[in-house]
């Protein structure tokens, strides 16, 4: 595996339209659930470990070589939410552009070729873990960093939150985020069956409301 | 002593238009009674909790196979109290629920709620699998803690295949060992009673619902398949109940104006 390839594909610059999306942050933030640095962190983590988990176990099936139309059906059916499929589905399809113009292979030909409006996001995000020769805990890492990076960049525009301190707080959850994509990883390795399917009843509804908004920051 | 008990029920066509029970099967704390049914085509089944159930270390399970055709009700008499057993290193109890509808069958599975009474830890696991004309009604409620009690450790997890295929797949983790944040603003922002109501029905299939919000703090959201999933958090099970309650009764109509009209 090539280190460099991970910090690429996990660059928040890696040209895959992430940085418009809050990750359910927006809506926290207009409710005052998330005021600051504290209640970004008890966020940050409630997302990862069940959005975060569910996520970055499906990128690593993905990676480690799991059907990825299996997968991004195991995704629907862990997304209640059809704003966050529609989320899933537009983020896959950018990230599926960017893919095969970076790490081109048949397999993410094929995954395009068969889901021409986008698969879900994480499905995309651990097959071209794969196409770059990257592994099942690399892809896992990718996705279960996402998850918590998003809002903290996201809730820094929205609240003027201090850079420094929503850094910090990404920081701090550096242990838990190692222990998702390893628990990720080892449930990937297990097969389809076994992946979780952990999930936060406020992301699903709030996804719902924020989406009727007719005027806001971020795209989800 | 911890109890190992699975209750079992089959239902079936009576060839008179009704449903019959050739299976009704009570197990330890699970007893099933037969129930009068309010309408003639379904037959209902109460579970009655005999004993106080599950407490730690406990391995519950209710397994209902609804055959093609049949209708069926099952509801209970009471809430679910998930308590701590006698001993304070018990394991925790596991409560399975399987259920299988079949071709042209209806199940409406509307148990009371399941109460995580403080030092209690179980793991609630439900899996359904439907057949491609079969239709579920099925709703499930957590509270976490009597009246002001902190919560136990509770696990759900609620899995649906339709056709042999994932239609619904969630799992929540509530409670003292549970994953960091399962309070916090992602996931329950303090509430304390979480509730599911699920409608699968082929009718979906032609003719979806639109996401719709339910108040601030519940969704009526459409599945990639032909079903629908009412998601609701509240303050207690009776506000949560209000909510599922007025979608359950607006959901029902619908299909209702769809058959007929």
């Known amino acids: 595996m090539s280190r460099a390839a991970l910090l690429v594909l996990a660059d928040g610059r890696f040209p895959a339209g992430g940085h418009a999306h809050s990750g359910g942050a927006e809506p926290a933030v207009a409710e005052g659930r998330v005021r600051d640095a504290d209640s970004l962190a008890d966020f940050c983590r409630g997302r990862l470990h069940t959005a975060g988990l569910t996520a970055a176990a499906l990128a690593a099936a993905a990676a480690h070589g799991l059907d990825p139309l299996a997968l991004d059906e195991a995704a629907d059916a862990r997304t209640p939410s059809p704003a966050l499929r529609t989320t899933a589905r537009k983020l896959g399809r950018q990230m599926m552009r960017a893919a095969r113009a970076t790490w081109p292979s048949p397999e993410l030909d094929a995954l395009a070729a068969a889901r021409p409006r986008g698969a879900h996001q994480p499905v995309v995000l651990g097959l071209t873990a794969r196409s770059a020769g990257l592994g099942p805990v690399d892809a896992a890492h990718c996705v279960a960093y996402e998850t918590v990076s998003g809002p903290a960049t996201a809730v820094v525009r929205l609240l003027s939150l201090d850079p420094f301190h929503a850094t910090a707080v990404l920081a701090r959850l550096a242990p838990e985020l190692d222990r998702v994509a390893e628990q990720a990883a080892e449930a990937a390795r297990q097969g389809i069956d076994a992946l979780p399917a952990a999930s936060a009843p406020l992301l699903d509804i709030t996804a719902e409301a924020h989406a009727a908004w007719p005027v806001r920051l971020f795209a989800s | 002593m911890s109890v190992r008990a699975t209750a079992r029920l089959r239902a079936e066509p009576d060839g008179r238009g009704g449903t019959a029970l050739p299976v009704l099967e009570s197990a330890g704390p699970l007893a099933l009674r037969r129930t009068r049914s309010p309408r003639a ?221």
């Open chain 2, 41 to 261: 085509a379904y037959a209902r089944v109460t579970v009655v909790g005999a004993m106080s159930a599950p407490l730690n270390g406990d391995r519950l399970a209710i397994e209902a196979d609804i055959a093609d055709g049949a209708r069926l009700t099952v509801d209970s008499a009471a809430a679910t109290v998930a308590l701590p057993g006698a001993r304070a290193d018990g394991e925790p109890s596991t409560y399975t629920v399987e259920l299988g509808v079949g071709e042209g069958a209806v199940l409406h599975w509307l148990p009371e709620q399941l109460v995580s009474a403080r030092g209690s830890d179980l793991r609630m696991t439900t899996r359904v699998r439907l057949a491609p004309t079969g239709r579920l009604l099925l709703r499930e409620e957590q509270i976490l803690g009597r009246h002001g009690e902190p919560t136990g450790a509770l696990t759900t997890r609620l899995t649906v295949h339709r056709a042999g295929r994932p239609l619904l797949d969630q799992q929540l983790a509530y409670g003292p060992g549970a994953p960091g944040g399962w309070d916090g603003p992602a996931v329950l922002g303090g509430h304390r009673a979480v509730g599911q109501l699920l409608l699968a029905d082929p009718a979906f299939e032609d003719a979806p619902l639109p996401a719709r919000l339910l108040g601030p703090t519940a969704a009526l959201t459409p599945l990639a398949g032909p079903a629908v999933l009412v998601t609701a958090v509240a303050a207690d099970a009776r506000l949560l109940r209000g909510i599922l309650d007025d979608a359950m009764r607006e959901l029902l109509d619908g299909l209702k104006t769809e058959q007929t009209g």
